[in-house]
């Protein structure tokens, strides 16, 4: 059972103690200090996932990134609509269809039937979903007043950071299996957006009984959704254990179990999955391939992603608000030294924030090149020919936009020395956005972003609006009136033409400003036991794992 009763808010409190106290097995959470994962049992009704670090929630409400949206949200919740992933255009799932007002501004779901949530340890429902799910979900994000707004800190960060909560005005039951949205002004990216990991169906009827007994911030930790799996076991800095959802909507999945590797004890992550300590690597290194690629036992997934890493520029450090220094920095980078060294060619060179396969893609390789005499010219008529010191904050997990951060970091640094910068890098477990206001002495924060959906949108608005400066998302702190207006028409305008135009004028002005220095794209790697099959493939995140079953 999970936690004995320990809430995720609390659980998450004594990290740091939990870390200095781990090897002291006096010190009990869950079912024992260091218990470990017992492999050969658990691959007889499932298997081990490992390659990511744990969780911040369990409600991909509350977070922007990481297993919680990427991975746990497809096994545990569901969303009215999923994004195919081919075309990336948004389909049929919980809502079996819809209709929109000429508009564009109301929308009218036809809810799915029969469909169930999970019965958990803490919770058995007496109905099934219906509009009273799909509302609580929504307004909890949109609405002040909810009682559920704050709890788990209310801020909603990718949410907030597409301005959702001034696009939403209201969402009501029109019947039993019937919602209506009604938006402020029409939204070309609404549907793609409510197919995102993060706007998952909560439970209204657990949403209450919790109101009942005073306990609401369980709703984030001990989740109920109607996923195929549901959580049973967290044990802090060691695993995460669903279990399956036997009257699962789509049919009873294959695995009576899934296990979430989430330590960093002892051997790395490859070294466990070529031991058979665990079956599913995610996101192995790059430089971790050619090795995967010689096992006969390891098959491995190569799909392009919708994904970019680049170094988020501080404009309030007055030296960095001058577009000049921004663009010597950018001319400095050889990129092509960084696919080489740390994508081992499995990346390509970002020429803007998009991605290759982004249908408003521009390549721009006369602003985004390597030119270090022109940055050196640069950085003279910026006034700063004696040099600079730059402090660069870089995390240690590895993405799938950067396999291998502190190397790339170096890379820079080397960069950067050759045009009179010194760059002081300042490491980190994982990048958090949520601390950057609190955290004025960085300089340069090299980080990335994972597409929720293939619209343009999706990158640019979370990453360099106004709004997403104002609720602390963006992390360069620019903002340009320009460029959000180019936004904003190209969620109106109704012909795709006219928003390809927006988009590449709203690149153009990225890539005279250098708010954000775009440098590669990565692919989306997984690796997994020859033993396995069933695993879906999505250039956005982890896809629902009901199909996955063993074969040997």
């Known amino acids: 059972m999970l936690y004995h009763a320990l809430p995720i808010t609390t659980v998450l409190a004594m990290k740091a103690f939990i870390q200095l106290t781990l090897s002291i097995c006096g010190f009990t959470l869950l079912t024992g200090c260091g218990e470990g994962i017992d492999h050969n049992k658990i691959r007889k009704t499932g298997f081990v996932y490992c390659g990511q670090g744990g969780p911040d929630s369990f409600n991909p409400q509350l977070v922007d990134s990481g297993i919680s949206s990427?991975?746990?949200?497809?096994?545990?919740?569901?969303?009215?609509?999923?994004?195919?992933?081919?075309?990336?255009?948004?389909?049929?799932?919980?809502?079996?269809?819809?209709?929109?007002?000429?508009?564009?501004?109301?929308?009218?779901?036809?809810?799915?039937?029969?469909?169930?949530?999970?019965?958990?340890?803490?919770?058995?429902?007496?109905?099934?979903?219906?509009?009273?799910?799909v509302v609580f979900s929504f307004q909890r994000i949109i609405d002040e007043e909810h009682p559920y707004h704050n709890v788990?800190?209310?801020?909603?960060?990718?949410?907030?950071?597409?301005?959702?909560?001034?696009?939403?005005?209201?969402?009501?039951?029109?019947?039993?299996?019937?919602?209506?949205?009604?938006?402020?002004?029409?939204?070309?990216?609404?549907?793609?957006?409510?197919?995102?990991?993060?706007?998952?169906?909560?439970?209204?009827e657990y949403a209450?009984?919790?109101?009942l007994t005073d306990n609401k911030p369980r709703l984030d930790s001990y989740p109920v959704g109607t996923g195929p799996f549901y959580l049973y076991d967290y044990q802090v800095n060691d695993l995460i254990r669903l279990k399956r959802h036997d009257n699962y909507w789509q049919g009873k999945p294959q695995m009576s179990q899934i296990v979430f590797d989430i330590s960093h004890r002892g051997t790395g992550t490859l070294a466990k999955l070529l031991r058979n300590e665990c079956d599913v690597l995610s996101s192995p290194l790059s430089s971790q391939i050619p090795a995967i690629q010689l096992q006969d036992n390891i098959e491995l997934m190569i799909k392009p992603a919708m994904n970019i890493a680049f170094i988020a520029v501080n404009t309030t450090n007055p030296a960095l608000n001058n577009p000049l220094v921004r663009k010597?920095?950018?001319?400095?980078?050889?990129?092509?030294?960084?696919?080489?060294?740390?994508?081992?060619?499995?990346?390509?060179?970002?020429?803007?924030?998009?991605?290759?396969?982004?249908?408003?893609?521009?390549?721009?390789?006369?602003?985004?090149?390597?030119?270090?005499?022109?940055?050196?010219?640069?950085?003279?008529?910026?006034?700063?020919?004696?040099?600079l010191e730059l402090n660069m904050s870089v995390p240690l997990e590895p993405r799938a936009y950067n396999p291998s951060p502190r190397k790339t970091a170096e890379l820079i640094q080397a960069n950067f020395a050759d045009i009179g910068i010194k760059l002081n890098i300042v490491t980190e477990d994982?990048?958090?956005?949520?601390?950057?206001?609190?955290?004025?002495?960085?300089?340069?924060?090299?980080?990335?972003?994972?597409?929720?959906?293939?619209?343009?949108?999706?990158?640019?608005?979370?990453?360099?609006?106004?709004?997403?400066?104002?609720?602390?998302?963006?992390?360069?702190?620019?903002?340009?009136?320009?460029?959000?207006?180019?936004?904003?028409?190209?969620?109106?305008?109704?012909?795709?033409?006219?928003?390809?135009?927006?988009?590449?004028?709203?690149?153009?002005?990225?890539?005279?400003?250098?708010?954000?220095?775009?440098?590669s794209h990565g692919m989306q790697f997984q690796a997994y036991s020859s033993t396995l099959k069933g695993f879906k493939i999505s250039p956005f995140n982890v896809q629902p794992f009901d199909a996955v079953e063993r074969i040997k």
Not at 87 to 108: C, M, Q, R
């Open 70 to 133: 990427e991975t746990l949200s497809p096994q545990i919740f569901d969303t009215l609509l999923s994004l195919d992933p081919n075309n990336f255009k948004p389909v049929a799932n919980l809502a079996t269809d819809w209709s929109v007002n000429k508009d564009g501004t109301e929308y009218i779901f036809n809810l799915r039937k029969n469909v169930a949530f999970q019965t958990t340890p803490w919770f058995s429902p007496t109905r099934t979903l219906n509009a009273k799910d």
């Open 152 to 204: 788990g800190n209310g801020l909603y960060p990718w949410f907030r950071g597409i301005d959702f909560q001034n696009l939403l005005v209201d969402v009501k039951a029109i019947s039993k299996y019937q919602v209506r949205f009604t938006l402020s002004r029409p939204d070309n990216t609404f549907l793609s957006n409510i197919a995102t990991s993060h706007a998952v169906i909560h439970s209204a």
């Open 208 to 211: 209450q009984k919790l109101i």
């Open 328 to 387: 010597a920095l950018n001319y400095a980078i050889n990129r092509q030294n960084i696919l080489d060294s740390v994508y081992y060619g499995m990346g390509s060179q970002a020429y803007s924030v998009l991605p290759p396969n982004s249908w408003a893609y521009l390549k721009d390789n006369v602003q985004i090149r390597y030119d270090r005499n022109y940055a050196i010219a640069l950085m003279k008529e910026a006034g700063f020919g004696k040099g």
């Open 430 to 519: 994982r990048f958090d956005r949520a601390n950057v206001a609190n955290n004025q002495a960085v300089d340069l924060y090299l980080t990335g972003w994972i597409a929720n959906t293939g619209d343009p949108d999706n990158f640019l608005r979370p990453l360099l609006s106004c709004d997403s400066k104002k609720v602390g998302l963006n992390v360069s702190s620019w903002c340009n009136a320009d460029f959000d207006f180019l936004l904003d028409l190209a969620l109106e305008v109704d012909k795709p033409r006219y928003r390809l135009n927006l988009y590449k004028q709203a690149q153009n002005i990225l890539n005279e400003e250098f708010p954000v220095i775009p440098l």
